[in-house]
Structures are given as C-alpha cells and as structure tokens.
C-alpha cells in the first residue's frame, strides 16, 4: 500500500549516453568478438573435458546437435566481428582478443571438436550451465529490456555492469558446489521429518496443485530468511552485497555473496525435500524460479495487470531494492506477494516507482571488497538499508 506521508516521485536516471552502444563506433562489434569469443572456447572445453566443464544434471536435458550448431556461429562470429574491427581499425584490443579467443577455439578443436568421455563426479565447473544462460536468459532480457523499458536511459552498460557481470560469471560457474550443497543439507539436517505417506499423498494431487504448494512452502521459507537478512545486523552486511546495485536489470540480481547463495539454496531445498513431489512438479518450479529471479530485477515496464497480486513482479521488486523511506524492508516474498500481505510488509504504490536503489550506506564497490565486506567488524553499528 501506498504511504500517505511520503511524497512519491519519478527516478531521475543519469546520463549515460556516453556509454550507449551505438552502431558504427566498433564497441558493438568489439563487445560481441570478444563474448562470442569467450563462449567458443568455453563452449569447445565442455566438448573436450564434460566430467570438469559440464553439469550431470544439465547434460541430460541438452540437444548436441544443436549446440555445435551454436558453437560454429559463435566462433565464426568472434572472427567476423573481430577481422570487421580491425579492418575498420576500430577498438582493436577487443578486434584482437576476439579474433585470438576464436582461434584458440578452432585449434582446440572447433564446433566439430571430439566430444570427451564423461566420469562420474560429485562436483563440476559450471561452465556449461554459464554459456546456457547467457544464451537464453542474457539474450532474452537484454532484447526485453530495449522494447520495454522502465527506464528508457538505462543503458545496457549502465554502472556496476562489470561488477554484476562478474558475479553471474562466478555464481554459475560455481553451481556445481552449491547443488551438492544443497542437496546434501536437508537429507543431513531433516532426513528424520520425512513422512513418506504425506509425500504418497502429495504426489497424488494434480501437478498445478503440486507445483502451487511448492512455490507456497519455498517461499514462506524464502520469505523468512530473507526477512532475517534484513533485521539481523550481521546477517544485513551478507545481503547488503546484494541491495548494493544502483541499477536494476537483468544483471544486476547476480551480485550475491558466496556465502548467501549457499545459505539460500541450502534452507530452500528444504521444504522440497520434505514435501517429495513429483519430477515434473518440481521441474516446473525451477523454471518458474529461474525466470523469476532474473526477470523481477529486470528493467522491464510490464505491470502485469491483476497477476501482480498473485506474483512477484518486477514493480513488487524494484520496491524491494529501493532506498526510499516507506520501501525499507519490505517486499521480501521471492514467488508471491501473499506472505508480504500476511505478515505486513507489503509495500506496492501501484502508480509509482522507486526514486532510488541501493543501499543507505555505500558499501565496496570490488568483488573482492563485497566479499570480505561482511566479516570485517566496524566501529559503528550498522542499519538495515
Ligand atoms: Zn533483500
């Protein structure tokens, strides 16, 4: 609900024209040499060494086929784009890593390269579940956001766009600890609540029914500890790393500390773990999750008329991260407003949008910085937000 006392406003977005990709300057061509380039060579390792590179759970779910396809586009683009440059003698130093990162791509190998033998492993590099997302959910929302932006003068490069990028780099190479992680908490922890006929009981409930008491019991949990990281002083300068982005995008919901996304994934596995419900129930939500926990921090205008009540919508979030009085810690629900609604913390002015994120006080701005920035004491106490 809306505050009375405060007085709403629009977000004045800083001039960033002069970071703005605009065709004919070579960085657009320079920028794609060098991430197609980086996807070619990431993308011949997978091929080569699947047990280091590659995800047991994604492997199965993947079309070789076509994924070789990818690969010869990305590494014939990184030339392309790359010999372009340098031709035009344009942004020559991203031309020449382009152009270098997509030979080293076809002399590992290139798009036909020799798939290797896979071992059993307890834990991998996450590199294919990387260039998966950069595929789909980075190509997605960068489009989304140029057709329907919240904020037209955000550029795809605002501030902080290095420092967010880095943390989706890190955050999926690392999936491979945090699903062992995961998996192996609630087992450990809750391995005696297992009640295998309530679990029988479950799995007879039709899948949409499945899949909504999943998402309810996720986000209750998701919805207290996030509340916890709020309230709990020592737990805020963990998720402060978080709120810490000035510019919400796509993104900007990858900068997370390494110890947060451990302790995330480990609590949510929980309540899936003790409801049991079927494969497709739960595959079904970690789609839904996947595409919430990128899209809500998206700079995306989309309202979504009547299913704000029932989602977490981008507007629902934006709220979350915002600095502005009457938003401070509130909005906590990750799937549904519902939990925010029951126990108070519901904060949506329908006809309004932050005028400012972040946090109150500025914290690091390095990776390095933001994760050790929790675990050095300060002199002084610190506020939520
Ligand atoms: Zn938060």
Redesign the pocket.
């Known amino acids: 609900m809306p505050d009375p006392t405060y007085k709403y406003g629009e977000r004045d977005v800083p001039d960033m024209s002069r970071r703005e990709l605009v065709p004919g300057q070579g960085r657009i061509a320079g920028y794609l040499a060098v991430l197609l380039g980086g996807m070619s060579v990431a993308g011949v390792l997978c091929f080569r060494y699947p047990t280091i590179f590659t995800t047991a759970e994604l492997r199965a779910t993947y079309d070789v086929g076509m994924i070789r396809v990818l690969l010869w586009v990305c590494i014939w683009g990184a030339l392309g784009f790359g010999m372009f440059n340098l031709a035009r003698w344009m942004h020559r130093r991203k031309a020449a890593a382009g152009v270098a990162l997509s030979l080293a791509a076809l002399a590992l190998g290139g798009a036909s390269v020799e798939a290797g033998a896979v071992a059993p492993t307890k834990m991998s590099i996450g590199l294919d579940f990387l260039l998966i997302s950069v595929l789909s959910s980075g190509a997605l929302y960068v489009v989304l956001e140029k057709l329907f932006p919240r904020y037209p003068g955000q550029v795809i490069l605002r501030p902080g766009w290095r420092l967010d990028a880095g943390y989706f780099v890190v955050n999926h190479l690392l999936i491979g600890l945090f699903l062992f992680v995961g998996n192996s908490f609630a087992p450990a922890a809750f391995g005696w609540a297992v009640n295998a006929r309530f679990q029988t009981f479950l799995q007879a409930l039709p899948l949409p029914a499945q899949v909504l008491i999943v998402l309810m019991a996720a986000d209750f949990v998701q919805y207290w500890v996030?509340r916890a990281?709020?309230e709990v002083p020592v737990l805020w300068k963990l998720?402060a790393v978080?709120?810490s982005a000035e510019h919400l995008d796509w993104l900007a919901g990858s900068r997370t500390h390494l110890v947060q996304v451990l302790i995330d994934r480990s609590l949510v596995m929980v309540p899936l773990y003790l409801l049991g419900p079927d494969k497709a129930a739960l595959d079904a939500y970690v789609v839904i999750a996947a595409i919430q926990a990128v899209g809500v921090h998206a700079n995306l205008s989309w309202g979504f008329g009547p299913l704000k009540y029932l989602l977490v919508t981008p507007q629902f979030h934006h709220w979350?991260?915002s600095s502005d009085r009457p938003a401070i810690d509130t909005n906590?629900a990750v799937h549904l407003p519902l939990w925010d609604a029951l126990f108070g913390t519901y904060h949506m002015p329908d006809a309004h949008w932050p005028i400012a994120y972040g946090t109150v006080k500025p914290i690091p701005r390095t990776m390095a910085g933001q994760f050790i920035y929790p675990f050095v004491p300060e002199s002084e106490p610190t506020a939520p937000s």
């Open positions: 996030h990281y709020h998720h978080h709120h979350h991260h906590y």
